[in-house]
């Protein structure tokens, strides 16, 4: 996180063995990777492809080959890489024996991601996916018109803050209330969208009132 309405969201990359039981975690470490960029939507999605990829390394290369995972944005998208080092072979995509479960694997994956494919070098093979989001850029952030309003009431809040506080007009207490209940619901939406925990945020905030100014 850098500035209002920015998230940075760098590339990421965990290296591993391709064991079956490695899967659970690997889809756990995903979910929170995830969060902490603010596309919990993608999650879902995300493990699903995780859980695809490396099932397909495992068989053809073998259990206990060297493996990485990366998370990257590729424009807007989520790009979720599966890499085996060394001369192993990956799944090809438009396997033609329809029924086996390649071929199941690739029509499932095809399902998920937007695009998918592979790509090689001089000493690892990866099977790579792109998964849509709602973003407008690779470190903006998702939401819509909730997260929208809370970045403009941010901006408004850290200018009255710099004026001292100016003095607004009085609202009816209905009115009031309202206002109160949509702002913290939009600064919730916020929160969620650059990957807070809303729980976390929710406490500390009942903390520090307590204590009172």
Not at 140 to 146: F, I, T
Not at 169 to 182: G, N, Q, S, Y
């Amino acid at each position: 996180m850098n500035e209002v309405g920015c998230v940075a969201r760098e590339p990421w990359e965990l290296s591993f063995l391709a064991e079956p039981r490695e899967v659970a975690g690997l889809r756990r470490v995903v979910r929170l990777h995830l969060k902490m960029w603010g596309l919990s939507r993608q999650t879902e999605t995300a493990q699903l492809c995780v859980t695809e990829m490396v099932t397909q390394v495992i068989r053809p290369a073998g259990v206990g080959t060297p493996v990485s995972l990366s998370l990257s944005m590729k424009g807007t998208f989520l790009r979720v890489e599966v890499r085996v080092l060394g001369e192993h072979e990956v799944p090809m995509p438009a396997s033609s024996r329809s029924g086996d479960q390649e071929a199941m694997a690739e029509m499932l994956l095809g399902s998920c991601a937007e695009r998918w494919g592979v790509r090689e070098g001089p000493d690892f093979k990866a099977t790579w996916c792109e998964i849509a989001t709602d973003l407008t850029t690779s470190h903006g952030h998702g939401g819509g018109v909730r997260v929208t309003r809370a970045e403009a009431m941010i901006s408004l809040y850290e200018a009255a803050a710099s004026a001292h506080g100016a003095r607004t007009t009085r609202l009816t207490p209905v009115t009031a209330t309202r206002v109160v209940i949509e702002l913290i619901v939009d600064l919730l939406a916020w929160v969620d969208a650059h990957g807070y925990d809303a729980d976390d945020i929710l406490d500390a905030a009942q903390t520090r009132f307590d204590l009172g100014p």
